[in-house]
């Protein structure tokens, strides 16, 4: 028996499961509340408080229970998760000391990948620049609740917190963490990836070549403007649900997309390698970041306004149509047996590599017919190897991707007018179904290559140039994986000096007049995940599964309560997936 105030338990701890059942007056049992042992924060000894501050009372047969508490069925902040606390009285000190020991072993025996240590980043200036502030209230006192320590950087200069992670001794470390947003994210995926590949002795630049997957895990606390690897991976953009995920060592592998121009790396991307009108959302937004993230409408509209599109060939190797299809109406959920199943095809022994270069050999060998080639005008050409739904468009931009499954989903919009254009966009914001449009085509690839109509390209030079002498870009004669090219600071700094009709300035203003005016730009610019790349031919691969992060994918609210026990196969008739 254990006591919660004046009422008496039965509580049990077995298995998996730490559980207690309320009894009434004639010991018949009423509510239970069952707690996974794996989703247990802490055991303290007392009557223990984290929030708004710890404050520990020492009674000697008290102890208390820390541990995941979601937000309720049906509430409007679905997917959320916040620490939950229970006082427990016992009938001794003795039985308190004993729940406290099975409790704290319990919790050791079935949660073996829980972090110990972790190397903490905060990029100071991402988002609404409240990384410090977040970090700090919100995180640091859930990690030291649960025993776990971690070395905190402030970053102060953009690309810190990638340099560290691929020279830096890390021994010790369990994962790397960043306070911020998918740029902050992007420093620790080509850090972590980099690394690995130095170690493994591989070459990053080898576009057919394997690449090795990564042990050191990536958790992400979001304080960023879009938060999109975050929101896709968690289901929310809420540092206290990612803090918990961290915390109790979850582990969802992610599919990244290798950015190659001719012979050498330029960038990878988990989240959108996006050409017309996302790269010229980003371009103009960059030129905004004193408005934080609401520098991304601004530049939608300004971009929407001028009514671009852009001409060039876009060649795709499909993925095996047997296995999903981009329109399947499904969508990828914590342990999706789309996912699980493509494991055993991308690395089907333990001894992954031998056999996985075998199918890249084959790969490599593809027919140039194998090739599906598309050529014409486009308003915007996406890859995206998630959903990349974030706050601003809940279901993403390609609601049935998948995490984890070696393919990445690429999204052709033709030229079309602008009210058209508008409900493709509009559609991103709701449930209707944007790929449902004559414009719009969806595919899901392993490889897609980019290039330009014969004789544009000195027009690429030509625009990359101006992006270099405007500060957006840096030189591509520097591989952009050494020195990606967004830096707040930079753009910071330079920002109030150009406002005042400089030289910049006028360029400023040119780049969107030559966006709107008499003689738009034939060519546009990738954004990729945030970054802007210096090239406009590239060619990009799929690698399955190649890192981890600290998340479990999207939570099946139905099948977490028990009503919906096969999200793929309810066939969409339960309330969750008819939505
Ligand atoms: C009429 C309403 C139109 C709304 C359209 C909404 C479409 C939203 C799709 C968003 C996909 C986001 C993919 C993620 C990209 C990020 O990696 C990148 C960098 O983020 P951050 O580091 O946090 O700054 N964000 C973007 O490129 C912003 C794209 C915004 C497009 C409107
Ligand atoms: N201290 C710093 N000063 C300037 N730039 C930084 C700093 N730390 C990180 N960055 C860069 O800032 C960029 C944007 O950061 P991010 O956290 O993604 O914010 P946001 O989501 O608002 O874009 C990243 O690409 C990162 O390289
Ligand atoms: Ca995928």
Redesign the pocket.
């Known amino acids: 028996s254990l006591w919660i105030g004046n009422q008496r338990y039965r509580a049990t701890l077995s298995g998996w499961y730490f559980s207690w059942t309320e009894l009434d007056k004639k010991n018949r049992e009423k509510k239970t509340v069952s707690v996974p042992v794996a989703e247990v924060i802490g055991v303290e000894d007392g009557r223990v408080e984290v929030q708004p501050q710890k404050k520990v009372e020492d009674t000697d047969r008290e102890f208390t229970l820390f541990y995941v508490k979601r937000s309720g069925r049906g509430s409007s902040q679905k997917g959320l998760w916040s620490l939950g606390r229970t006082h427990f009285r016992c009938p001794s000190r003795d039985l308190r000391d004993q729940w406290v020991t099975q409790l704290r072993t319990a919790l050791k025996t079935h949660s073996p990948s829980r972090p110990h240590k972790l190397l903490v980043f905060i990029n100071p200036f991402?988002?609404k620049k409240r990384g410090k502030q977040i970090y700090h209230s919100l995180v640091a006192p859930l990690l030291e609740l649960a025993g776990i320590s971690s070395h905190v950087v402030v970053t102060e200069r953009a690309n810190q917190a990638r340099d560290h992670i691929l020279k830096k001794d890390l021994t010790g470390f369990d994962g790397v963490v960043c306070v911020?947003?998918?740029?902050?994210?992007?420093e620790l995926l080509h850090g972590v990836i980099g690394r690995t590949q130095q170690e493994a002795g591989l070459s990053e630049h080898d576009s057919s070549g394997v690449l090795q997957s990564c042990d050191l895990h990536i958790g992400i606390i979001p304080a960023?403007?879009?938060?999109?690897?975050c929101f896709a991976t968690v289901g929310v953009n809420d540092p206290v649900t990612s803090a918990l995920h961290i915390i109790i060592g979850d582990s969802q592998p992610l599919d990244v997309c290798a950015v190659h121009h001719k012979s050498s790396l330029v960038r990878y991307s988990v989240?959108?390698v996006?050409y017309g009108?996302?790269g010229d959302?980003?371009a103009e937004?960059e030129r905004h970041r004193w408005m934080g993230?609401l520098r991304?409408?601004y530049?939608?509209c300004m971009v929407?306004l001028c009514n671009q599109s852009y001409q060039g060939t876009v060649q795709f190797l499909r993925a095996d149509p047997g296995l999903s299809s981009p329109r399947d109406k499904t969508r990828c959920l914590s342990g999706c047996s789309v996912c699980s199943e493509s494991k055993e095809r991308l690395f089907p022994l333990s001894d992954s590599c031998s056999l996985y270069s075998d199918k890249l050999s084959q790969y490599s060998e593809q027919s140039e017919g194998e090739w599906t080639s598309v050529s014409g005008r486009f308003k915007s050409i996406s890859l995206?190897c998630m959903s990349?739904s974030?706050p601003?468009?809940p279901l993403?931009?390609s609601p049935s991707a998948h995490l984890a499954d070696g393919t990445g989903d690429l999204i052709l919009v033709r030229d079309t007018n602008p009210l058209a254009f508008?409900t493709y966009?509009?559609r991103?914001?709701t449930s209707q179904d944007q790929f449902d449009l004559p414009f719009v085509e969806v595919h899901r690839v392993k490889a897609v290559r980019f290039s330009l109509p014969l004789g544009e390209e000195d027009e690429e030079d030509e625009r990359t140039e101006q992006n270099i002498e405007e500060g957006v870009m840096e030189h591509p004669d520097k591989p952009c994986v050494q020195s990606p090219s967004r830096s707040i600071s930079q753009q910071h700094l330079a920002g109030p000096a150009r406002e005042r009709g400089t030289p910049n300035n006028r360029k400023k203003r040119d780049f969107l007049c030559g966006l709107c005016c008499s003689k738009p730009p034939a060519v546009s610019v990738w954004?990729c995940?945030?970054e802007l790349l210096p090239h406009t031919e590239i060619s990009c691969r799929v690698h399955g599964q190649l890192v981890r992060l600290y998340a479990r994918g999207i939570e099946d609210e139905l099948r977490i309560w028990g009503l919906c026990e096969d999200s793929r196969n309810c066939n969409g008739k339960c309330v969750l997936h008819s939505q």
Request: some cysteine; aromatic content about 12%.
């Open positions: 991402g988002g911020g947003g998918d740029g902050m994210f992007s960023g403007s879009t938060d999109c690897v989240s959108l996006g009108f996302y959302v980003l937004s993230p991304y409408d530049a939608g929407y995206t990349s974030c601003k468009s993403g931009l508008l966009l509009h991103h914001t954004n995940d945030g």
